[in-house]
């Protein structure tokens, strides 16, 4: 089925430890996003690539990075975690041409 | 850049009651793609509808419907015959049309959301 993987659903995590959230699409889409949603905020916008090998910050890029080494994968990286990065995190992926949006189901990460 | 605000926080209807949730949005572009989204508890993120901004005819899908109003930059979503299962967070957001290529993620915003909640 086409579509984005994240990986893990959820995970713990101790404050200090670095982390890898996983993101994969196959639809060949060229645009993907971080997102993570917090109650109140909203979706807010981590980092985002447009093409592979290039990405961008967004409105919350510090703690984490980001590679695009490949159209498919897109992975978010926290070097090393905080308490308030806890929240849910949503990998997307847009065909803007075509006008379309795909999510994954999303992480919830817990920092401890 | 593209802003997105949906002004309700929290609604609440009765089960079968009709229920309106308001978004409107700032930009400077021509050409774009408006979506609601639906998350219940799953949080999940399901697409309920999505308009083409150079489209007039506002879109439909079963229950769902939409008032756009581009002058305006209004982009309401109209639930009829509210169910239980309506209960969700509801996200409206904006794509910009096209190939990305001046760089920026601004091609896409969200609103905040609105909490609704389909009471028995």
């Known amino acids: 089925i086409a579509g984005i993987t994240q990986a893990p659903t959820s995970q713990i995590l101790a404050a200090g430890r670095r982390m890898t959230l996983r993101c994969t699409q196959d639809?060949?889409?060229?645009?993907m996003y971080w997102y993570r949603q917090d109650l109140g905020l909203g979706l807010r916008l981590i980092h985002y690539?447009?093409?592979?090998?290039?990405?961008g910050k967004g409105e919350v890029p510090d703690g984490y990075s980001v590679s695009r080494a490949n159209t498919d994968d897109f992975p978010l990286t926290l070097a090393s975690a905080v308490p308030s990065q806890t929240s849910v995190y949503f990998c997307?992926?847009?065909?803007?041409?075509?006008?379309?949006?795909?999510f994954g189901s999303g992480t919830q990460l817990s920092v401890l | 850049a593209q802003t997105v605000t949906q002004s309700q926080p929290e609604m609440s209807v009765q089960e079968a009651e009709t229920v309106t949730l308001s978004c409107t949005y700032d930009?400077?572009?021509?050409?774009?793609?408006l979506f609601w989204y639906k998350q219940p508890p799953s949080r999940q993120m399901i697409l309920v509808i999505r308009q083409e901004a150079y489209k007039q005819q506002n879109a439909t899908e079963n229950r769902f419907s939409v008032n756009f109003q581009k002058a305006a930059k209004s982009f309401s979503l109209k639930i009829s015959d509210s169910q239980l299962g309506d209960t969700a967070m509801y996200f409206c957001?904006?794509?910009?049309?096209?190939?990305?290529?001046?760089?920026?993620?601004?091609?896409?915003?969200f609103g905040k959301g609105t909490h609704l909640i389909i009471q028995p």
């Open positions: 930009t400077s572009e021509n050409n774009y793609y």
């Open positions: 690539s447009n093409t592979a090998g290039t990405t």
């Open positions: 639809m060949r889409h060229n645009a």
């Open positions: 957001a904006f794509m910009k049309h096209g190939i990305n290529s001046g760089g920026g993620a601004d091609g896409l915003t």
């Open positions: 997307a992926s847009s065909d803007r041409a075509a006008g379309k949006l795909f």
